[in-house]
């Protein structure tokens, strides 16, 4: 069983890293992009005996109190059997 | 009156902050492992600066779980002074004792220079010896110092009189050109509703020698020394 967790920056945080790379790509020519931002995306392996609300409920929490700060960031869990 | 000063896997600014309480300060002081728990014979604790735990994650979001900070957070609720400079800022703030957050830099390079700073108000035990309005030159050294709040906070923060320091020029102007990684409205230093705890960006013991090029960072030290003569 695994969970995936993405975070981003909440929209209208600034995110200056997100700005470098749209400026390099449209650099080697990548035309049309209106906007480009910068997250993080984690792979959490779970026990196999957990059931689908359980893994849920711990890697939210997880997200949540760690691997996020909510000030500035907003995450989204997913839960793969 | 005795200081600590906590040592995370990857503090650098350690050792500073040491140097700084035992000679110019003149008091007693111990570095504190972040696996301490007690910090019952300490009037005041800094969290200095450097990069605990890498800044894996996110500066500051991995010391906030050491067993050290739980003690903290007692320690401030209790009253006693916090101080804490540049990754020791981002942690309080990580750890909820602070609000807001410090982001990457607006120009996203990793600043290392002298600046200056506005003290905004003598009313905390760690201005109260400097005049509202003194410009400090006082040096800078990170990489996510931007400090970001929603406008809630800002106004709170306004209102109760909490931003300590703010970048400007030589003469005190607040710009936008002084402000050298992004910070919400110029904002160096912040500190809690109590005052107790303060959290900075620029390094004051970095600047207490003028063989160093400003010893304009005394002043602080100065203040919290004061605060806690006045209280034993």
Redesign the interface.
């Known amino acids: 069983m695994k969970a995936k967790v993405y975070v981003n920056?909440k929209s209208g945080?600034?995110?200056?890293?997100g700005k470098?790379i749209q400026h390099s790509v449209e650099l080697l020519g990548f035309t049309g992009i209106a906007d480009v931002r910068q997250g993080k995306y984690f792979e959490i392996a779970l026990d196999e005996n957990l059931d689908n609300q359980q893994a849920r409920e711990s890697v939210e929490k997880m997200a949540r109190e760690?691997?996020s700060?909510p000030?500035?960031e907003d995450y989204r869990v997913e839960i793969e059997a | 009156m005795k200081f600590g000063v906590i040592v995370f896997p990857g503090s650098n600014c350690d050792h500073d902050a040491y140097h700084v309480i035992s000679k110019h300060v003149g008091q007693p002081v111990d570095f504190i492992w972040h696996r301490e728990t007690d910090l019952s014979t300490y009037d005041a604790v800094i969290i200095p600066g450097g990069f605990s735990y890498g800044d894996y994650?996110?500066a500051g979001?991995l010391a906030r779980?050491s067993p050290v900070m739980n003690s903290v957070k007692k320690f401030a609720e209790s009253g006693r002074f916090v101080l804490g400079i540049c990754n020791g800022f981002q942690i309080l703030?990580?750890a909820g004792l602070l609000?807001?957050?410090l982001?990457?830099?607006?120009?996203?390079h990793f600043i290392c220079d002298h600046v200056y700073v506005r003290v905004e108000t003598s009313d905390s035990p760690f201005t109260n010896e400097i005049q509202a309005g003194s410009v400090l030159r006082i040096p800078i050294a990170h990489a996510e110092g931007?400090y970001?709040?929603?406008d809630h906070t800002l106004d709170e923060l306004k209102q109760e009189g909490r931003i300590v320091f703010r970048y400007c020029d030589k003469d005190g102007a607040i710009t936008e050109a002084a402000n050298p990684n992004?910070s919400r409205e110029n904002i160096a230093g912040i500190c809690n509703r109590e005052r107790n705890v303060l959290g900075l960006m620029p390094h004051p013991e970095r600047a207490c020698e003028d063989l160093l090029g400003s010893s304009d960072g005394r002043d602080i030290f100065r203040s919290l020394a004061a605060t806690l003569a006045a209280a034993v």
């Open positions: 920056l945080v600034l995110d200056p890293q470098a760690v691997l700060n000030i500035i | 994650l996110r979001a779980f703030c990580e609000p807001g957050a982001i990457r830099n607006r120009d996203l931007n970001v709040c929603d992004g």
